[in-house]
């Protein structure tokens, strides 16, 4: 693919990445989140197994970390409830502490 067309693509790619929260419904949206969040995960496991050949199930276990903190931090049902970036950040601090 030539240099200009892959710019395109990306072009592209990067707008319909902007407007999809504006035409799809919240529940898509929702489901498209998880899917990407899971892709994160399992490039992390790519990379832990598929380059170094080793089976290490700590990348799991500080996902759950970081995704139960998260989960604490922002549920309406405490008093302390955190918007998601400040949650997520404080969750990313506690699993690498751990």
Known sequence: ???????????????????FPAVASPRIGGEVKNILVFCILAMGLNVVVGYTGLLQ?????????????TGILTVSQFPFQWNFWPAMIAAMEESAIA
Request: glycine share 10%; hydrophobic share 65%; net charge positive.
């Open 1 to 19: 693919m030539s240099r200009n067309r892959e710019k395109w693509v990306a072009l592209a790619s990067l707008v319909v990445l902007l407007l």
């Open 57 to 69: 199930l700590g990348i799991a276990a500080f996902f759950g970390i970081g995704a139960y903190i």
